[in-house]
């Protein structure tokens, strides 16, 4: 009895941790239905519904510039709290804009807090979290995001019924201000990181993306293990903007097919979260983050290559399943070899230039696939992202550079 409540000890303020960030990942998903159902209502146009995805990564590119120096310098819980607050407020005030670009400059202001929110609670999560807990913690968290790609979608669906696309977006809004409410109960454990910092200013950003080309040079390996992790982000990025239309006009799948394989993608990656949450103390970094990597390229292989509803549904499933392998093996990596006192700068400059990728592969992946068919295209894309994780799991198997990919004392992991 006593082992069991030092044990609830240890873990109640990572659960209330967990909690917040669950609320506001399930906002995100309401949000982004009823979004864009919004804009559809308002306009009828399937261009405006476009610009809201270029809106987003075009403020978070133009936000994580500095974003991190500001989150290094800043109390992280505090920041978390205001940025909660602040999308609680944008996004309530959405239903009131009478014009789809008032939505936008809300959007934009709204992208802007979530660039803050990321990176902070990620440094949050390093400095609170116990190194062994911290694998399991993780594990618990994509547990959570599946849980709320599933479950955002399908509340977003039941506001709608009870009430109007409205009603649904100010839900939204009161699920980050209950966000924010749950992180108030949560400690300040960032007060040292913060202290020798210089005062935010023009000089002092410019100062930190040097410091961060230093740390990068001293630590290259880390940095080259980052790249390759951004070119497998970014081939399968690529191939999930095609979905759609390589689903239904190269496979032939129907609409109703469509529906029904995001829903078993869905189920396999609240089925590979729950896997990972329970045995995450009993894999080591390499296997979750190589090992699970592979098996999605391998899923995305199947779903290039596919002919039919079952080999789709096959690949499917696998990349939904072990890409929670992956994503805990990633960031319980990244915790371990990025100092928490450049964390928050070092995430929001590799969150610009992912961005900055992601916006050119969406304006080139109409270009290639006018050039070439989008079949061999997605083929292409798979294969690249194959080799980018072969190049990774090289990188894992070799004596002089495994020591990067290495855990923390197994004996210490409860």
Do not use: C
Not at 45 to 55: D, E, F, P, R
Not at 199 to 209: F, G, H
Request: aromatic share 14%; no cysteine; glycine share 8%.
């Amino acid at each position: 009895m006593e082992h069991s409540t030092k044990n609830w000890s240890g873990w109640r303020f990572p659960v209330l941790l967990l909690s917040a960030m669950g609320l506001s990942t399930v906002g995100d998903f309401i949000y982004l239905v009823a979004i864009n159902l919004l804009v559809f209502q308002m306009t009828n146009s399937a261009t405006a519904v476009a610009g809201l995805w270029i809106v987003g990564p075009a403020a978070a590119i133009f936000t994580r510039f500095w974003a991190g120096s500001v989150i290094d310098r800043s109390n992280k819980r505090r920041l978390m709290i205001w940025t909660d607050i602040i999308r609680g407020i944008l996004v309530a005030l959405v239903p009131f804009m009478s014009s789809v670009w008032g939505v936008y400059v809300l959007l934009w202001f709204i992208s802007m807090a979530k660039s803050f929110f990321a990176p902070a609670s990620l440094t949050y999560t390093t400095t609170l979290v116990p190194e062994e807990k911290r694998k399991r913690f993780n594990a618990f968290y994509s547990l959570t995001t599946s849980g709320a790609f599933i479950i955002g979608p399908a509340i977003a669906g039941v506001l709608f019924l009870i009430g109007s696309v409205h009603f649904a977006i100010w839900m939204n809004a009161a699920s980050f201000f209950i966000s924010a409410l749950i992180l108030l109960w949560l400690p300040n454990v960032d007060a040292k990181q913060t202290a020798g910092l210089n005062p935010l200013s023009i000089q002092a950003i410019v100062q930190d993306l040097k410091a961060v080309v230093v740390l990068g040079k001293s630590r290259l390996l880390v940095m080259v293990v980052l790249g390759v992790y951004l070119v497998f982000t970014l081939m399968t990025f690529a191939m999930d903007a095609q979905e759609v239309v390589f689903t239904q006009q190269v496979v032939g799948l129907s609409e109703i097919d469509y529906s029904l394989l995001i829903s078993i993608t869905g189920i396999g990656a609240l089925g590979g979260a729950g896997a990972v949450a329970l045995f995450a103390n009993k894999l080591s970094i390499r296997i979750l983050f190589g090992g699970g990597l592979f098996m999605v390229s391998i899923g995305y292989l199947l779903y290039a290559f596919s002919q039919s509803f079952l080999m789709i549904a096959t690949g499917f499933i696998l990349l939904g399943f072990f890409n929670a392998f992956a994503n805990t093996g990633y960031t319980t990596w990244y915790q371990y070899q990025i100092p928490i006192e450049y964390m928050g700068r070092v995430t929001s400059l590799y969150g610009v230039v992912l961005s900055l990728f992601q916006i050119l592969f969406v304006l080139g992946m109409g270009l290639v696939a006018d050039l070439m068919s989008l079949r061999v295209t997605i083929i292409a894309l798979a294969l690249l992202s194959l080799v980018s994780v072969w190049a990774l799991i090289f990188l894992m198997v070799q004596q002089n550079t495994k020591q990067v990919f290495t855990d923390v004392d197994q004996t210490k992991l409860t």
